[in-house]
């Protein structure tokens, strides 16, 4: 994925990720790196990278020696890709072809250690930690030029010839103290296409096209308006879900069924249940990806979007 400018047609970084797979259930020993096992780590990267797409060495690389939950780098604007570019902007000196890590002081890099252990926004959260799939995230920059043709590059290849080297899928091992059964990097792209997929088999798909308009337009707007999902509506940077009053509910999700013996009034409670279920599903995952939640009280179904 490359973040572009809204002045240029030229991307201004790429924003991509090495993918730790984790073998089944085994502990992870560190959340976060060291300063200097971070730099060594970034290295290994540095020179992956530049194996995959030449050009890529004369780039600066920017990340961090920590690995976090698929739902921490997808959140409004690239949230996290964009604190690493901006603390990297304080470093001093020539850009070009500098690699720089950003690490936890060596006495803080346990599981569960202070949340300020590391610098800026870039500590790991705990409530996400445990996942399957872990993820240490890179920004290369620099030459425009240069850095559409990198970008694209790895939008054409990475998801299939990205493998990440034996050195470093070693060295990922030991500093973290995971059990690796595969590393490969992604692009920003290629890992918001994996999770559209895998919410698709979740039964999330309807949810995707808000998460979509979030990512990449932060400032944007949309609409999941689809019963018998819940009404939201994604604007100003929040996710608004209709909270409906009884009989509004009823007009808009089960206007049909009748609601005159004591049979039918447990089905339809039952049904509002299920329906207030699917609501804090939705809540949860959009909390998730970094997106504030705001339940806005609708009286009546026809005028929901209004008051929205």
């Keep these: 994925m490359s973040a572009v400018d809204a002045h240029t047609d030229h991307p201004l970084h790429v924003l991509g990720a ?12 560190r959340s976060a790196l060291a300063q200097a096992e971070a730099g060594e780590l ?19 690389l920017v990340t961090v020696g920590a690995h976090y939950d698929p739902v921490e780098l997808l959140r409004p604007g690239w949230a996290l890709h964009r604190e690493l570019d901006q603390l990297s ?44 799939l872990r993820l240490v995230p890179f920004v290369l920059g620099g030459d425009a030029k ?74 944007g707007e949309a609409w999941l308006d689809a019963p018998p999902e819940p009404l939201v509506h ?30 039918c009034r447990e089905k339809l409670e039952r049904q509002h249940q299920h329906f207030q279920a699917r609501q804090r599903q939705i809540a949860a995952v959009l909390t998730a990806h970094g997106i504030a939640v705001n339940f806005v009280h609708c009286a009546s179904d026809d005028a929901a979007r209004t008051e929205m």
């Design 42 to 60: 970034a290295a290994h990267i540095a020179r992956d990278l530049a194996a995959l797409a030449p050009d890529a060495a004369q780039l600066q």
């Design 18 to 29: 090495l993918a730790l797979e984790l073998r089944g259930d085994a502990p992870v020993a």
């Design 234 to 263: 994604y604007a100003d940077g929040e996710a608004r879900i209709a909270l409906f009053e009884p009989r509004a509910w009823k007009q808009r999700y089960a206007s049909g069924e009748p609601c005159d013996t004591p049979e």
């Design 89 to 132: 902007a304080r470093a001093p000196g020539d850009a070009t072809g500098r690699i720089v890590a950003f690490g936890a002081p060596s006495q803080a890099t346990s599981v569960g250690a202070h949340d300020g252990q590391l610098p800026g926004a870039l500590a790991p959260s705990a409530d996400y930690f445990g996942g399957p």
């Design 146 to 219: 240069i850095v559409a043709g990198v970008g694209d590059r790895f939008e054409r290849e990475l998801i299939e010839r990205g493998m990440a080297g034996a050195s470093t899928a070693l060295a990922a091992q030991e500093a973290f103290g995971m059990q690796i059964e595969h590393a490969r990097y992604l692009t920003a792209h290629d890992l918001a296409a994996m999770t559209a997929l895998q919410y698709e088999h979740a039964g999330l798909a309807p949810l995707w096209p808000l998460l979509e308009t979030a990512l990449l337009e932060p400032d």
